[in-house]
């Protein structure tokens, strides 16, 4: 992540008093991300990540850690969020939430093979089953109402033949979400942001899925979408890598079989996937925040991916 | 089409003086096509087409002859039926139904480029909504529940990989077919056979479309995804030539644009398409039956396509 609050090692120190992990002894900010600020500390009690929530509030957090400790429980690989003497996970941190989870041991894979992406698929459809029973409802909070929020806000910036593209793909999405086929897919909580960064591999093991802030309740076909649209890929052309999607994809169906609406929805909702990064990238491009450490990604990348998705879609779902 | 019953010009001579089309100059057998008997006729009146009806019966063949008659009535180029003195358009002929219809100017093309796809997609839809009033109905009796019949009976000439395709790809149809997305198709008569072969050009201009003994209510995609598998692909691959499948769509489009429902159903309707011919044309090749002329036709071309559309489906239907 980006580090829009800074924290200095003082700052954790009188902080940290209210875990049970020790002094701190060391902290350091993470470049990677760009929706909070994020932080490997060292304590005495071993290492440990702290977060500073810049955009979510004290209300829609439990939804977030309560996952990740619910998901950790199930024997889902996830960091495990630590609780306060007072037993609370969520505490103020130069006024903003925050929050201190394990740390995942390992690290991202960024070129993933077959078999990485057969482990990822896998883990992505034993989480999906594991958070069915998970109490607390809040949908994925960049989902369709998002998007349609958001395209007007950054259309007026963009070429006469892109508007063309965004407009004609935000409508096919609108009419797709109110067809029963979509009604019909299996949904719950899901990470709705796993890319690679977001994946720790210890060697060809994965050790954990992490960062679930962008979580919420949404298909869980949208979740391998987002997916597959990240670790399958060509990153030059945007196209698909066909054997690694079908490792992703053998590795979710070794767990859980796709339903005829999953496969009738899987076209459209790779387009979707790609929809979503290619608005919010498009946002920070076009509306930046102050931040420190902020390295910009382009959104051009989601635009291709999604003329690639158009003209060229994913081998079928079977 | 093959000729399995034999007629002579002394036959037709006979035969044709029921009709107001002057005496019988000469009758000559037609190769293409599997499932009637086929002869062009020239007669004092011109030239006409000869139809004995192998298998199709007296009950059955006014759906195919009055939906024609109610197509060219409409302005889509389709043989118009003649009657006979009595006002009848079918008529036995060695005892079996048969008829004449007018003759189409020009000749297949066979080797069409997108000019030819973009009129074919035009005046097919066109004839879909020309057909949306015609007042008889039959189901395509080439559809789901013949697939269903004939599988069992084809699959013990298959090796084990390809009944599991076979398998797979009609276990894959009976699930959409029980969508809301399948249901929620427009559908109507179609032809269902519309094969290069069937329709003629004069140079680059259209003539008509003809053959339409296997017509019946169907979606139009279905209609769409068969013709499409015939007319824009590369006959060696079985793969798809995209500027052909591009023309043929915007032909269709300019006329009848497609609905939600039609972009989600498009690339399994191009597999059921590619079953429907598979399982035929192994049907006739196993259990062939006897003819004069009769070209076999390789039932593997089919095969080809269907693990085409699945493995490289189509450019999205937008």
């Given at each position: 992540m980006?580090?829009?609050?800074?924290?200095?090692?003082?700052?954790?120190?009188?902080?940290?008093?209210q875990f049970p992990l020790g002094k701190a002894l060391a902290i350091k900010g993470i470049s990677s991300g760009i929706e909070n600020s994020n932080f490997f500390i060292d304590t005495e009690a071993g290492e440990y990540v702290l977060t500073v929530f810049?955009?979510?509030?004290?209300?829609?957090?439990?939804?977030?850690l309560e996952l990740m400790r619910h998901l950790a429980q199930r024997g889902v690989a996830v960091p495990a969020p630590i609780a306060n003497a007072d037993g609370s996970i969520i505490n103020a941190l130069h006024g903003k939430p925050a929050a201190i989870v394990s740390k995942l041991a390992?690290?991202?894979?960024?070129?993933?093979?077959?078999?990485?992406c057969y482990a990822v698929g896998e883990m992505l459809a034993k989480m999906h089953l594991a958070a069915r029973d998970f109490a607390i409802k809040q949908p994925n909070l960049r989902g369709?109402?998002?998007?349609?929020?958001t395209a007007p806000v950054v259309l007026p910036f963009l070429p006469e033949?892109?508007?063309?593209?965004?407009?004609?793909?935000?409508?096919?999405?609108?009419?797709f979400a109110e067809t029963e086929t979509f009604n019909n897919l299996p949904n719950g909580p899901v990470h709705a942001d796993l890319f690679r960064n977001n994946v720790m591999f210890?060697?060809?093991?994965?050790?954990?899925?992490?960062?679930?802030?962008f979580a919420g309740c949404d298909t869980w076909l949208f979740d391998l979408a987002v997916t597959v649209n990240d670790w399958c890929i060509d990153v030059h052309t945007g196209g698909l890598d066909e054997t690694r999607v079908a490792a992703m994809l053998d590795g979710y169906r070794s767990v859980q079989p796709f339903s005829i609406d999953e496969q009738l929805a899987w076209?459209?909702?790779?387009?979707?996937?790609?929809?979503?990064?290619?608005?919010?990238?498009?946002y920070d491009f076009y509306l930046p925040r102050p931040a420190e450490m902020l390295t910009p990604l382009d959104p051009?990348?989601?635009e291709r991916i999604l003329r690639q998705r158009i003209a060229h879609p994913a081998p079928a779902l079977v």
């Open positions: 980006a580090v829009f609050t800074p924290v200095s090692l003082d700052d954790l120190t009188q902080w940290l008093s810049e955009k979510l509030s004290f209300e829609q957090l439990p939804f977030y390992g690290e991202s894979q960024m070129s993933p093979g077959p078999v990485h369709l109402s998002w998007w349609r929020e033949e892109i508007q063309q593209l965004l407009r004609a793909e935000l409508q096919f999405q609108e009419d210890d060697g060809d093991r994965l050790t954990g899925f992490f960062d679930f802030y076209q459209p909702m790779l387009r979707a996937a790609a929809l979503r990064f290619w608005l919010s990238r498009l051009t990348d989601f």
